[in-house]
T-cell receptor, first 113, second 115 residues
Framework: AQKVTQAQTEISVVEKEDVTLDCVYE???????LFWYKQPPSGELVFLIR??????QNEISGRYSWNFQKSTSSFNFTITASQVVDSAVYFC??????????FGSGTQLTVLP | GAVVSQHPSWVICKSGTSVKIECRSL??????MFWYRQFPKQSLMLMAT?????????EQGVEKDKFLINHASLTLSTLTVTSAHPEDSSFYIC???????????FGPGTRLTVL
């Protein structure tokens, strides 16, 4: 069975602060994929990143960065210099051999001006 | 590329009626499509997995006779909510994938309100 835990239900920061969203996962698969999605109030899921289990390199994309650590089964997401437009619900998700996505419970991020 | 559309984007219906939601992959062949349901302030919960040309596989607790899924072609899957009731009001999201890929491409969602 797969499980994704996002312990932070809600986070509130002031604009320009850095913020890290935590994600911890459980899986028995040796090959698996991790994802982060953004869900703004409109509801449409926006894909942010995919990482496979064999690639532990951290990734940076503009103000976004991801820290994948297999040793702690974590795939954390950091937004640097947050902006109001970053306000949304962020989901971490996992897929493995069954190809079904398991979502975490989501973190509601509010960036205040 | 990898665009998935859903129609309608929102629907309001009376209790007891049936509602059909379409999910289309516009620029690729989707061998597998997934249907999710999301209640307010909750996560996405997988309802069923459908492979083109075969019967859908439903998750535990999802009534297959109430949520009819058809995946008759490589670009179209439909979800029919039969005899809808207010508790079926939710945000329904589909996703599509090709058998070679582990990434799912999501539709924009359909907001169903049953009065």
């Amino acid at each position: 069975a797969q499980k994704v835990t996002q312990a932070q239900t809600e986070i509130s920061v002031v604009e320009k602060e850095d913020v890290t969203l935590d994600c911890v996962y459980e899986t028995r698969d040796t090959t698996y994929y991790l994802f982060w999605y953004k869900q703004p109030p409109s509801g449409e899921l926006v894909f942010l990143i995919r990482r496979n289990s064999f690639d532990e390199q951290n990734e940076i994309s503009g103000r976004y960065s991801w820290n994948f650590q297999k040793s702690t089964s974590s795939f954390n997401f950091t937004i640097t210099a947050s902006q109001v437009v970053d306000s949304a619900v962020y989901f971490c998700a996992l897929t493995g051999s069954a190809r079904q996505l398991t979502f975490g419970s989501g973190t509601q991020l509010t960036v205040l001006p | 590329g990898a665009v998935v559309s859903q129609h309608p984007s929102w629907v309001i219906c009376k209790s007891g009626t049936s509602v059909k939601i379409e999910c289309r992959s516009l620029d690729f062949q989707a061998t597998t499509m997934f249907w999710y349901r999301q209640f307010p302030k909750q996560s996405l919960m997988l309802m069923a997995t459908s492979n083109e040309g075969s019967k859908a596989t439903y998750e535990q607790g999802v009534e297959k006779d109430k949520f009819l899924i058809n995946h008759a072609s490589l670009t179209l899957s439909t979800l029919t909510v039969t005899s809808a009731h207010p508790e079926d009001s939710s945000f329904y999201i589909c996703s599509a994938t090709h058998f070679r890929d582990h990434e799912q491409f999501f539709g924009p969602g359909t907001r169903l309100t049953v009065l």
